[in-house]
């Protein structure tokens, strides 16, 4: 009774208890098959031992101490995730939105320029600066937002237009998550990255859903060749823990004076011990092949009528559907399967755990068949 209502009638009707793996259990024992990951975040799955014994580890040594002092688990961290992304620097923060407001300001301070151009129903987050570069929401607090300019997703011409001499940064989802799994042309973010160097501005790309293994490659942006100048990172780089990070190259790394930007919590001991404790179990068990396996199988849900575009890569997909997505995701769920819509109302949005099986994918389809057996009732509004 005392928490904010911020769901509203998206609040699911089950409340879950228990977890392992990619399977969830709700207060009646009752079992669900996560194809949802908790918004993208949970590649691991629920309670993998070795994260858990790292966390808890962690705890019983070292619980937090400020960020002022050396703690060898941040080292380490960083380390672990700077090879894994192929990026140099790396500023740990607590969530995606916080990651892309550090980026913001330091392309704005490096470049000393005002503009950021960001696309058309992209999504990074719902702090002050990262709603101004969002598509969705960004009206409701208009006057804090600075100078944005917004382009169509995919379109190089449009996006030339709006560069200039006053831009400092292009902030981009190389992969739309929100807006449901949307890929852009062959091509296109590595030209994006150099019409932004031939005006002198920074690539920005927030990875913070479709990065960190998630489409089956360390980065989003690697499918395309692109390093960007400045990467946001979240979600899936701490398997549930609350930890995000700022990725840069040396080049920007070197613009950034000590004290200009700092956090409490960001870079702390257990965060740490959980991001190092990923890394580890993504490699150990290869689980960007299990993603992108996954995603093979994901893929064949094209074969169930109803369904008429997969798209995405890895333990993640965009399912477009002739009819609207909300009320087969509720379907599914009475079903046992927990999956996830977007801001596009015929997308759903699955997001596995890497570590899920394949024959869940069989049975998802099974239960998808089913429910769009049902003739589409309700049109959705062109
Ligand atoms: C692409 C992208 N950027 C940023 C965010 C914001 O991350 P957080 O909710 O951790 O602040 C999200 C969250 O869904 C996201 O999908």
């Known amino acids: 009774m005392h928490l904010l209502d911020t769901v509203g009638a998206a609040k699911l009707p089950v409340t879950f208890v228990s977890g392992e793996g990619a399977l969830l259990w709700d207060q009646g024992g009752r079992t669900t098959w996560d ?30 101490v400020t960020g002022i002092c050396d703690v060898p688990v941040r080292d380490r961290a960083a380390e672990r ?44 987050g719902r702090t002050m600066g990262a709603v101004g570069v969002t598509w969705h929401y960004r009206e409701q607090h208009a006057p804090a ?8 997703f995919g379109d190089l011409d449009a996006l030339r237009r709006a560069l200039g001499p ?13 807006a449901g799994v949307v890929v852009p042309p062959p091509g296109w973010l590595a030209s994006v990255q150099r019409a932004c160097h031939e005006v002198g501005a920074l690539l920005i790309c927030d ?15 690697h499918r395309s060749g692109v390093r960007p100048d400045l990467a946001t990172v979240g979600k899936g780089v701490g398997g549930g823990f609350p930890v995000a990070a700022l990725l840069l190259t040396e080049e920007l790394a ?21 991001v190092e404790a990923t890394l580890k179990i993504m490699e150990e068990e290869r689980l960007l092949e299990k993603a992108a396996a996954l995603g093979a199988r994901m893929h064949e849900l094209l074969a169930v009528p109803g369904v008429v575009e997969v798209r995405g890569a890895g333990a993640w997909a965009g399912i477009v559907l002739d009819r609207p997505a909300k009320a087969v995701a509720a379907e599914l769920l009475t079903r046992g399967f927990l999956v996830g819509t977007s801001s596009d109302p015929r997308v759903l949005r699955l997001a596995p755990p890497a570590v ?11 239960a998808l068949r089913d429910v769009l057996a049902v003739p589409v009732r309700t049109e959705v509004a062109a």
């Open 81 to 124: 995730l700077a090879s894994f992304t192929g990026m140099d620097r790396v500023f740990f923060v607590n969530s995606g939105a916080e990651a892309n407001e550090a980026a913001l300001k330091i392309a704005r301070k490096a470049t000393g320029r005002p503009v950021i151009v960001a696309m058309e129903h992209g999504f990074h």
């Open 207 to 221: 990875e913070v859903q479709c990065g960190m293994g998630r489409m089956g490659v360390p980065l989003a942006s």
């Open 35 to 64: 194809f949802y990951g908790g918004h993208a975040v949970t590649l691991l799955g629920q309670g993998h031992p070795k994260w858990v014994a790292a966390i808890a580890e962690q705890a019983r040594t070292l619980s937090f």
């Open 254 to 274: 070197r613009t950034c004076k000590p004290g200009e930007h700092g956090t409490t919590f960001g870079g702390g001991p257990m965060a740490m011990a959980a």
């Open 145 to 152: 937002h600075g100078d944005v300019r917004f382009v169509p």
């Open 166 to 178: 006053d831009v400092a940064a292009v902030i981009v989802e190389p992969v739309q998550g929100m």
């Open 356 to 366: 899920a099986p394949v024959y869940a994918v069989d049975l998802l389809a099974d």
